[in-house]
Every structure is written in C-alpha cells, then in structure tokens.
Nanobody, 123 residues
Framework: QVQLVESGGGLVQAGGSLRVSCLAS????????MGWFRQAPGKEREFVAA????????WYADSVKGRFTISSDNAKNTVYLQMNSPKPEDTAVYYC????????????????WGQGTQVTVSS
C-alpha cells in the first residue's frame, strides 16, 4: 500500500513559477516510478512528467518540456514538480501517482493516486 499527499498548489501568474510536492509513504516505494498528471475541468486526465526515485530516468509530456522539471528526494520520500513559465492552459488539478514501467504515460497504468492539488495560472 502506498499513500500519496500532494501540496504546494495555488494561484500563480503566467510567466512566474510554482513548485508542487508529493509526499509518498509505504513499504515498497523504490519499486515504483512517480508520475505527475493533471486534469482541467471538462478534460481528460493527462500525463505531465515521471521519474524514478534515483532521478536517473525522467520523461515529460511535450506540452511541458523545457518549462517543467520533475525531481525526487529519496531522503524525504518526496517528488517535486517545478513549474516555470506556466501558462493559463496549465491550470488544472495536479495529481501524483505510482507507475511501474519506464515511459508509461497512460493514467490507467498508474496504480496509487493522491488527492490532487489545484494550480491556477492567471493571465
């Protein structure tokens, strides 16, 4: 069993920066990849980024590549998503989740989910 708790969401201006965090707990964290997804009102949940706990493997959605950075802190069991130069279209609830395969971007391949944190980007 894995528990995930997101935090750090809020209101940010376009072009600013914001970092959201995901605190993970559970016995077998190291076997999982950690992913960030987002869901805007009326839209499907979409992949944002993912990472392994050592930080040696990362992959991103094209829509955020070059603007968002995912990182992991093993000692704190925390995964971060640094959002630089966000755009209004990045407004969504951001969720972290656990996956088991490198490169997975489909939400149905991820098992455990947090409750989400709202990020709103104003223009």
């Amino acid at each position: 069993q894995v528990q995930l708790v997101e935090s750090g969401g809020g209101l940010v201006q376009a072009g600013g920066s914001l970092r959201v965090s995901c605190l993970a707990s559970g016995r077998t964290l190291s076997r999982y990849f950690m992913g960030w997804f987002r869901q805007a009102p009326g839209k499907e949940r979409e992949f944002v980024a993912a990472i392994n706990w050592s930080g040696t493997l990362r992959w991103y959605a094209d829509s955020v590549k070059g603007r968002f950075t995912i990182s992991s802190d093993n000692a704190k069991n925390t995964v971060y998503l640094q959002m630089n130069s966000p755009k209004p279209e990045d407004t969504a609830v951001y969720y972290c989740a656990t996956g088991t395969r490198v490169g997975d971007t489909s939400f149905d391949e991820y098992t455990y989910w947090g409750q989400g944190t709202q990020v709103t980007v104003s223009s």
